[in-house]
T-cell receptor, first 114, second 114 residues
Framework: KAGVTQTPRYLIKTRGQQVTLSCSPI?????VSWYQQTPGQGLQFLFE???????NKGNFPGRFSGRQFSNSRSEMNVSTLELGDSALYLC???FGDGGNQPQHFGDGTRLSIL | GNSVTQMEGPVTLSEEAFLTINCTYT??????LFWYVQYPGEGLQLLLK?????DKGSNKGFEATYRKETTSFHLEKGSVQVSDSAVYFC?????????????FGTGTQLKVEL
């Protein structure tokens, strides 16, 4: 069974640009969550989608947005990039039926802002 | 809100030594608890989980027991190997606001030497 797939693995952007990251969940999983990982802040929750609807959102500015498609694939967009957006962005999927469902993570997209 | 506190690292052990990584949590309701492991350049892998009080999660020689009375979920392994060197994250899973969310500790780096 294929795991969570994130593309691309690495991205280099400059300040002010925008970026779109992609995530394909495990087959059958309807919940997709996004997390930001940085050395200073650790792992922080961005948002969660289930059946194309955002169900939960972390404390990030509106520059961070996402969406989910009918096949459960998800994209995350960051506009007007800032140096502080440099991070590993992790996507995780689960069946989504409750908080006791473990989330399964992809290998992440490493975003570097110059 | 929910929070997770982990012991600071790095933790350096000799091969075959006993491992304990402390984790305590603060939460409303009845969260699930997880341990994830991250190897360099990779995403997070689920190591074990426990969904209710007194549950013991176990996998690959690692164990953790959900202690509601002490709000703890300490990770233990009787005999570590060099291949166990990684960063370990304790996480609390909740279903709040109608959606899934994981709250992570800061991570504990484990180094196992021959």
């Amino acid at each position: 069974k294929a795991g969570v797939t994130q593309t691309p693995r690495y991205l280099i952007k400059t300040r002010g640009q925008q970026v779109t990251l992609s995530c394909s969940p495990i087959s059958g999983h309807r919940s997709v969550s996004w997390y930001q990982q940085t050395p200073g802040q650790g792992l922080q929750f961005l948002f969660e989608y289930f059946s194309e609807t955002q169900r939960n959102k972390g404390n990030f500015p509106g520059r961070f947005s996402g969406r989910q498609f009918s096949n459960s694939r998800s994209e995350m967009n960051v506009s007007t990039l800032e140096l502080g957006d440099s991070a590993l962005y992790l996507c995780a999927s689960s069946f989504g039926d409750g908080g006791n469902q473990p989330q399964h993570f992809g290998d992440g997209t490493r975003l570097s802002i110059l | 809100g929910n929070s997770v506190t982990q012991m600071e690292g790095p933790v350096t052990l000799s091969e075959e030594a006993f491992l304990t990584i402390n984790c305590t949590y603060t939460a409303t309701g009845y969260p699930s608890l997880f341990w994830y492991v991250q190897y360099p350049g990779e995403g997070l892998q689920l190591l074990l989980k426990a969904t209710k009080a007194d549950d013991k999660g176990s996998n690959k020689g690692f164990e953790a027991t959900y202690r509601k009375e002490t709000t703890s979920f300490h990770l233990e392994k009787g005999s570590v190997q060099v291949s166990d060197s990684a960063v370990y994250f304790c996480a609390l899973g909740s279903f709040t606001g109608g959606g899934n969310k994981l709250t992570f500790g800061t991570g504990t780096q484990l180094k196992v030497e021959l």
